[in-house]
Nanobody
Framework: QVQLVESGGGSVQAGGSLRLSCTVS????????IGWFRQAPGKEREGVAA?????????YYADSVKGRFTISRDNAKNTVYLQMNSLKPEDTAMYYC???????????????????????WGQGTQVTVSS
């Protein structure tokens, strides 16, 4: 089964940047999709970015992070990144990467930022943004 390990979280002041990494291993199908989610205390887990890991350049972003966050990948390193710029205190949360494999793009795309679209999850990495 797919294994995901996040890293790169930390504390930063508002306006600063962080880059999260998600190392991906053990997928079995030719299609693999990766999403980045976050969950603040007392709130639902929400999708912030998603992309196709196994090819193509299609990406999805939540409105709250569009223009500030960028999802990218380095297939040689089996790693997906979430570059976060212009961070705000409201970006404070535990960040998770998630994966789904073995489904066609048409099945994944409509719910790319939904928690239900993924069945593998990493352990999370904390991001704290101070004002």
């Amino acid at each position: 089964q797919v294994q995901l390990v996040e890293s790169g979280g930390g504390s930063v002041q508002a306006g600063g940047s962080l880059r999260l990494s998600c190392t991906v291993s053990r997928w079995s199908y030719t299609s693999l999709y990766i999403g980045w989610f976050r969950q603040a205390p007392g709130k639902e887990r929400e999708g912030v970015a998603a992309s196709i890991y196994t090819g193509g350049s299609i990406t999805y972003y939540a409105d709250s992070v569009k223009g500030r966050f960028t999802i990218s990948r380095d297939n040689a390193k089996n790693t997906v990144y979430l570059q976060m710029n212009s961070l705000k205190p409201e970006d404070t949360a535990m960040y998770y990467c998630a994966a789904r494999e073995g489904v066609p793009y048409s099945a994944w795309a409509p719910t790319a930022l939904a928690r239900s679209a993924y069945n593998y999850w990493g352990q999370g990495t904390q991001v704290t943004v101070s004002s």
